[in-house]
Each structure stands twice: as C-alpha cells, then as structure tokens.
C-alpha cells in the first residue's frame, strides 16, 4: 500500500504536532497511512535504531498530540544532508518503506533538504514551520502568531509593573536574523523603541538618545524590544570607552540584553530592567491562527502528494492558501518594513 510520510525538522515551533494530525487526517481521507519520521532528517539516514527512526501514525495518536506545544517526532539538524550520499539514503529508505512522497515542516535548511530529495525522484511539499516567520515567499509560518502573543502577554505583564516603579524596560525576543517577532511585538503593546537585526550597523548611541528624550518628557516606563539577532548587526561597539565602570565586567565580550541594559542605565541615570523571554515562544499551545493553517496547508500537501506533485512549498498569502515550487521559494529575498520600523521609533 502506497504510504506519505511526515518529519519536523530545525527550531521546534508551535503547530508542528497539530500540522502532523491535520496531515494524518487528510492523509487517512485519502487511503494512505502516515509514517512519521522522528528527530527529522537523521531518522531517514540510518543513526538510530529502527524504533527509534519512524513510527507509524495512528489516528488516535494524531489526535492526541494535536494541541500539545513542541513536536512529538522529536527535531534536530542534520547537517551531513548537505551531501548527496545522504540524501540519496534517505531516498531508497523511503522508497523501501512504499513511501511515495514526503511532507517537510521546518524552515530554509529543512526545505533544501526537501528540495534535494525532490530532484532525486522523492515527491516533498513544504510547509513553513518556523517562529521566526523569515521564509519571505509566505506572510506567515506555523508558530509565529503563538510566538508573537507569548511576547506580547509578557510584554504587558512587564510593562506593567514598570509603570508601578517608573522605570523602563529592556525586553529581548527571539527571531534570528528576523526582526518580525520584535516589530509584531512592538506595535502590539505600545513599545516605544524596536531593535532589529535588518537594519545594518545600527548605532546604541542612537538608542540612548531616544530613551533620554522619552524619559525628559516624562515617559519614565518606555520599552525596548530587541530582536535577538540586531547585536550581530550593531556598529562596533568598545565598552572601554563607553561604560568605564564597566570595563573588567565586559571587556571583550559580544553584547546582550543584560550587558545593553547596563549601558541605558549608565546612560541616562535610569532603572533600566532587561528581560530575555526565551524558549517558552517556542513551547506554547499553538493559537487558533497557527492551528487553521496547519489546517489549510496539510490538507493542500496531502492533495499535491496524491497527485504525484512535488517540490512545492505552501505558504500564506493575503490570507488565502496556495503553494509555488520549492526552488522559487528558496530565493525569493526578504523584505523589511523600514517604514513601521521607523513609525513605531518615532511615536
């Protein structure tokens, strides 16, 4: 009998196991059961036991892990895939399996996979599974929306208490070298700066100059969010001669939140608080937003694979599903919004 398979692959998000259910059930509609590849590529390539390389996909076990955070196959970077030996391996045991095409969850390094298996003759449709929402050809990925209001509740929770003591806050949120979860973040909670990896060589000279003025013209709770990515991109920094008190703590060492909050408040004689949110954007239930997609978009992979199409992803856009070829997807340059990043820094 003629079999789909599924893996989640790279960074965890939420979503993943409710995209996995959507694609068991549509699967199963079609008369095809579902093999579900634990700890992503590697479970194709023969480094773990059979048992602990693939499962098969009952319903009942689709069903129960539906809403619950993370992903149930388990995920990992592969980087030997990069070689075709391996993904020339990952092929045939599918191929031995009965499997006749693959659905990939994850994110660019998790869709080259897909891409690489495609051309040798295994049918992999791709769908966006990443918080960080930097896959350009689609507006949204599964776990970005959940990503975005873990931020923005924490957000709150935080702004409020520096309004009850008059100080401002540091807040730092995930991303990569996407700045979308901070900007989302930001003009969700009426956050007076954003920090973000898109813009090259920003200077924090320019960051304390804009808490100083807010905080003189009586904003004494203002809010920072920084996309973890944006210290990679910040003009050189020498905390020698910028935080003198400082210089045996961070003399030689890269930036962070802490370390930035230092810097406000020896800046501008502030009680500057940082805050890092962390992995629980990335281990919440998903919201109803990320679960109809995982929705929309496994019924849309499983009608693509029962039709012998490969190589596509699916994607988002305007609101409305649809799908395009993986290769074209894969190129497509992302696009920064200068002018909501400029709006939110200027308010």
Request: net charge neutral; hydrophobic share 40%.
């Amino acid at each position: 009998m003629k079999k789909i398979a599924v893996l989640t692959s790279g960074g965890d998000s939420p979503g993943m196991n409710a995209a996995v259910m959507e694609v068991s059930r549509f699967a199963a509609l079609a008369g095809m059961p579902l093999i579900g590849i634990k700890r992503g590529f590697n479970g194709l390539i023969g480094k773990f036991r059979p048992q602990d390389s693939y499962t098969e996909m009952s319903m009942d076990l689709a069903l129960d892990i539906a809403d619950l955070p993370g992903t149930y196959l388990r995920t990992a970077r592969c980087e030997e895939f990069v070689l075709p030996e391996y993904q020339e391996m990952a092929v045939n045991f599918l191929r031995k399996m009965n499997v006749v095409g693959l659905v990939v969850i994850g994110g660019d390094g998790s869709f080259q996979g897909a891409h690489a298996m495609s051309k040798l003759g295994m049918p992999c449709i791709g769908i966006p599974g990443t918080i960080d929402n930097d896959l350009e050809y689609s507006e949204t990925s599964l776990g970005f929306d959940t990503a975005v209001n873990v931020c923005v509740d924490a957000v709150r929770a935080i702004r409020a208490t520096s309004r009850s003591h008059d100080r401002p806050a540091l807040v730092e949120v995930m991303g990569r070298n996407c700045g979308d979860i901070a900007m989302a973040t930001a003009m969700s909670t009426g956050s007076e700066i954003v920090v973000v990896p898109e813009v090259q060589n920003w200077d924090i000279q320019d960051v304390v100059n804009r808490l100083d003025s807010l905080i003189r013209r009586g904003n004494t709770r203002a809010t920072i969010i920084v996309a973890e990515g944006a210290y990679k991109t910040m003009k050189p920094f020498d905390f020698n001669a910028f935080l003198e008190p400082y210089t045996q703590v961070f003399e030689g060492e890269a930036m962070n939140a802490r370390r930035m909050g230092h810097v406000l408040r020896y800046k501008t004689a502030s009680q500057v608080r940082s805050n890092v949110i962390g992995y629980i954007q990335r281990g919440h239930e998903p919201t109803a937003k990320d679960a109809s997609f995982a929705f929309e978009a496994a019924h849309m992979a499983i009608e693509l694979l029962k039709n012998g199409i490969g190589n596509e992803v699916i994607g988002l856009k305007n609101g409305r599903i649809f799908h395009m070829p993986l290769d074209k997807a894969l190129k497509i340059k992302p696009q920064f919004n200068k002018e909501v990043y400029e709006l939110i820094n200027s308010l």
